[in-house]
C-alpha cells in the first residue's frame, strides 16, 4: 500500500489533485518538511497536493507506476478529479513521466523538478541527434525508458499539446547538462531556473516559481 500525506477532497468535483513524487532516498514526508505541501494550500485553493512514497527500487522496476493507477489516480478519478497534475523531483520526475507516457490522456499537466531523464547514453544520443527538436534517434520500443523519451520527444514537439510539461532547474545541477537538452526544448514560459545545485533548497525555490507560473493551467474552474 502506498503511503500518502495529505487529504483528497470528499467532494472533489471541479477540483484538480496534485500528486507529488519524491527524489531517491526521500520520503513523501519530506513535500510535509519542505513546506511544499503547505505552498500549493496557501496559493492554490482549488488544488489537493497529495504526496506519496517511492523508493529506488520502486521507480526503477516500474512497481509505482501500478501503485499509483490502483492506490491514488483511480480512487481520484471515482471521486470526481476535474485535473490530476504529477510533480517529480529528480527521479520522482522520471517517474512522473514514465506514468504520464503510459496514460495516454490521463495526466492534465506535469511539474517537474530537476527531472532524471533516464540512462546517459539515450540522453546523449537525443544531444548528438541535435536535441528534441531536430529529430529523435532511433528507439527501442520493448524498453520502457525508451517509450518515455519518444513520447517526451513528441510532446516536446507540440508544445499547446496536453499535457503541459513545467521544468525547474537550478544552474548549478550536476545533472543541468542532461536536463537542458529538455529545457531548451520547451516554451521558456514553461522553464524556471535559479542559482543552486541538486539540493532541497534549490529546489524548493524552483517549486514556487512553478507553482505561480503553472497556476492558471491548475484550476481552480471558472
Same mark, same amino acid.
Given at each position: $500500500?502506498?503511503?500518502?500525506?495529505?487529504?483528497?477532497?470528499?467532494?472533489?468535483?471541479?477540483?484538480?489533485?496534485?500528486?507529488?513524487?519524491?527524489?531517491?532516498?526521500?520520503?513523501?514526508? *519530506?513535500?510535509?518538511?519542505?513546506?511544499?505541501?503547505?505552498?500549493?494550500?496557501?496559493?492554490?485553493?482549488?488544488?489537493? +497536493?497529495?504526496?506519496?512514497?517511492?523508493?529506488?527500487?520502486?521507480?526503477?522496476?516500474?512497481?509505482?507506476?501500478?501503485?499509483?493507477?490502483? %492506490?491514488?489516480?483511480?480512487?481520484?478519478?471515482?471521486?470526481?478529479?476535474?485535473?490530476?497534475?504529477? *510533480? %517529480?523531483?529528480?527521479?520522482?520526475?522520471?517517474?512522473?513521466?514514465?506514468?504520464?507516457?503510459?496514460? %495516454?490522456?490521463?495526466?492534465?499537466? =506535469?511539474?517537474?523538478?530537476?527531472?532524471?531523464?533516464?540512462?546517459? +547514453?539515450?540522453?546523449?544520443?537525443?544531444?548528438?541527434?541535435?536535441?528534441?527538436?531536430?529529430?529523435?534517434?532511433?528507439?527501442?520500443?520493448?524498453?520502457?525508458?525508451?517509450? $518515455?523519451?519518444?513520447?517526451?520527444?513528441?510532446?516536446?514537439?507540440?508544445?499547446?499539446?496536453?499535457?503541459?510539461?513545467?521544468?525547474?532547474?537550478?544552474?548549478?545541477?550536476?545533472?543541468?547538462?542532461?536536463?537542458?537538452?529538455?529545457?531548451?526544448? =520547451?516554451?521558456?514560459?514553461?522553464?524556471?531556473?535559479?542559482?543552486?545545485?541538486?539540493?532541497?533548497?534549490?529546489?524548493?525555490?524552483?517549486?514556487?516559481?512553478?507553482?505561480?507560473? *503553472? *497556476?492558471? $493551467?491548475?484550476?481552480?474552474?471558472?
Amino acid at each position: $500500500m502506498m503511503r500518502c500525506f495529505g487529504e483528497p477532497a470528499a467532494d472533489a468535483r471541479g477540483r484538480t489533485l496534485l500528486i507529488l513524487l519524491p527524489p531517491a532516498r526521500a520520503s513523501a514526508e *519530506a513535500f510535509v518538511t519542505h513546506g511544499w505541501i503547505d505552498a500549493v494550500r496557501r496559493r492554490l485553493p482549488g488544488v489537493d +497536493p497529495v504526496a506519496v512514497d517511492a523508493d529506488v527500487d520502486r521507480y526503477t522496476h516500474g512497481t509505482v507506476l501500478d501503485d499509483l493507477e490502483t %492506490g491514488v489516480i483511480e480512487p481520484a478519478r471515482a471521486a470526481g478529479y476535474r485535473r490530476l497534475w504529477l *510533480a %517529480g523531483v529528480s527521479l520522482g520526475g522520471f517517474g512522473s513521466l514514465r506514468y504520464a507516457a503510459q496514460s %495516454g490522456d490521463g495526466i492534465s499537466g =506535469l511539474l517537474l523538478v530537476a527531472p532524471y531523464l533516464g540512462a546517459r +547514453p539515450d540522453i546523449k544520443a537525443i544531444r548528438a541527434a541535435g536535441g528534441w527538436n531536430h529529430g529523435f534517434p532511433p528507439i527501442d520500443a520493448t524498453d520502457a525508458d525508451h517509450r $518515455m523519451l519518444s513520447w517526451l520527444a513528441r510532446r516536446v514537439a507540440e508544445p499547446d499539446r496536453a499535457p503541459p510539461i513545467f521544468v525547474g532547474l537550478g544552474d548549478d545541477d550536476r545533472f543541468a547538462p542532461w536536463i537542458r537538452i529538455l529545457t531548451e526544448a =520547451l516554451p521558456p514560459e514553461r522553464v524556471r531556473t535559479c542559482t543552486g545545485g541538486h539540493d532541497w533548497t534549490t529546489w524548493t525555490t524552483l517549486w514556487h516559481a512553478l507553482l505561480d507560473q *503553472a *497556476a492558471p $493551467m491548475l484550476g481552480p474552474d471558472p
